[in-house]
């Protein structure tokens, strides 16, 4: 069995959100995010599911074409090979418990190290 806290793995990183990793097997990731203001996953469509639990804080969900607003206490499922990204608002803290069924590849995260790199939420678009 894996336990943890969000309050215990909270942990911030100016320079880009943080993943805090609580669990890895062959067939799912789960994650603790913890974004600072205006920090982002930049959107990549990799070929698993993706479940998004927000703890706390607001934010933004790119599902496809569409964004859409989140807030505490919200559930977005985010089938595989769509592209999708999540962003904080610009004026909160954004916590969020991600499930990722299968992890991604490494090549597959080649657009979030691109996007971080650029500082673009949508690397593709830059």
């Known amino acids: 069995m894996t336990e943890t806290n969000f309050d215990t793995e909270r942990a911030y990183d100016d320079r880009k959100f943080n993943a805090v990793e609580v669990f890895k097997s062959d067939r799912m990731k789960v994650v603790c995010g913890y974004f600072e203001p205006g920090q982002f996953i930049p959107v990549h469509a990799p070929s698993s599911d993706v479940a998004i639990h927000v ?7 790119r599902d496809g074409d569409d964004e859409h607003a989140i807030e505490p206490g919200d559930v977005v499922v985010v089938e595989a090979d769509t592209d999708r990204g999540i962003k904080a608002d610009k004026d909160s803290r954004l916590e969020a418990f991600l499930v990722t ?14 996007g971080i790199k650029q500082g673009e939420f949508d690397p593709r678009s830059a």
Do not use: L, N, Q, Y
């Open 101 to 114: 069924a299968p992890p991604p590849t490494d090549a597959e995260h080649d657009p979030v190290r691109e």
């Open 55 to 61: 703890h706390s804080g607001t934010g933004r969900v």
